[in-house]
């Protein structure tokens, strides 16, 4: 991860510069600070978790990006692409447009793909002898890549199942505009619906509920994030939003 100004960001066009956007480090220590609470329940020594936490857990958000980048940069219609980590994870940014809806299809599920295949590789350490500690945070680790996998499925803007959605509905349909007109439509009914449905499901299984009410806010503050790139950014990102998760 490297931080590139103007100049190198062009010069490295061809071989995807790492931007630190705004808030670069709060996913880093973030991630420190979860493992290192983890390591603490497991006996695993706190410095050694939050090290393995920072780099393993900003590593899985960045394999999860360059899935994106890799597939997009085969296409004609995409200038350049780049991951910046920012806010509440990392995004990709994309120069260009896509010609058709499968491109869009193909970039958008390349980022859980890359997730989940992540997973699977750190999963697949954990069987070398190691400690007990040692393996229950790898573990950790891959379930963290299973779960950036699937959250950023849900189909919801701006993460990865809703540009899936809008790519398939595109290639159904012939047209872009269309597919985003249905999932508009979806997404006013869901704006009236979920609310009260959030506010029952903690009423009921107050867990539950919370857990749902602070992703729908995450990913609505990393909405509002993502519309409102930095000067510095919005110099660099063209007509198209960026994409990603937040996380990413
Ligand atoms: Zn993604």
């Known amino acids: ?6 100049a190198h960001a062009l010069r490295f066009r061809r071989s995807v510069p790492v931007t630190l956007g705004r808030g670069a480090l709060a996913p880093i220590l973030g991630f420190a600070v979860v493992f290192a609470g983890f390591g603490a329940r497991t006996g695993m020594p706190l410095a050694a978790a939050a090290v393995l936490g920072a780099i393993g857990g900003t590593s899985s958000l960045l394999v999860h990006e360059f899935g994106h980048v890799r597939v997009a940069r085969r296409f004609d219609g995409i200038r350049s692409a780049s ?16 010609k058709r ?34 393996r229950e945070a790898v573990l950790m680790l891959a379930l963290l890549n299973v779960a950036i996998g699937v959250l950023t499925l849900i189909p919801a803007y701006p993460l990865d199942g809703y540009k899936l959605m ?23 009914v869901a704006a009236v619906i979920v609310p009260p449905a959030t506010a029952i499901l903690v009423a009921a299984k107050p867990s539950i509920g919370l857990g749902a ?11 509002q994030l993502l519309r409102k790139p930095s000067p510095n950014a919005r110099k660099r990102v063209a007509a198209r939003p960026p994409s990603g998760p937040g996380a990413r």
């Open 213 to 223: 009410a602070i992703m729908a806010g995450t990913l609505f503050m990393q909405n």
């Open 101 to 134: 809806g499968s491109e869009q299809t193909r970039v958008a599920i390349a980022g859980p793909r890359a997730s989940f295949e992540f997973g699977l590789s750190i999963a697949a350490l954990a069987v070398l002898p190691m400690p007990l500690p040692l």
């Open 166 to 188: 809008v790519g398939l509905l595109w290639s159904a349909t012939g047209s872009r505009q269309s597919a985003q007109r249905v999932l508009g439509r979806i997404g006013r």
């Open 83 to 98: 991951v910046s980590l920012l806010w509440l994870g990392a995004a990709t940014r994309l120069e260009g447009a896509y």
């Open 1 to 6: 991860m490297v931080s590139l100004s103007r």
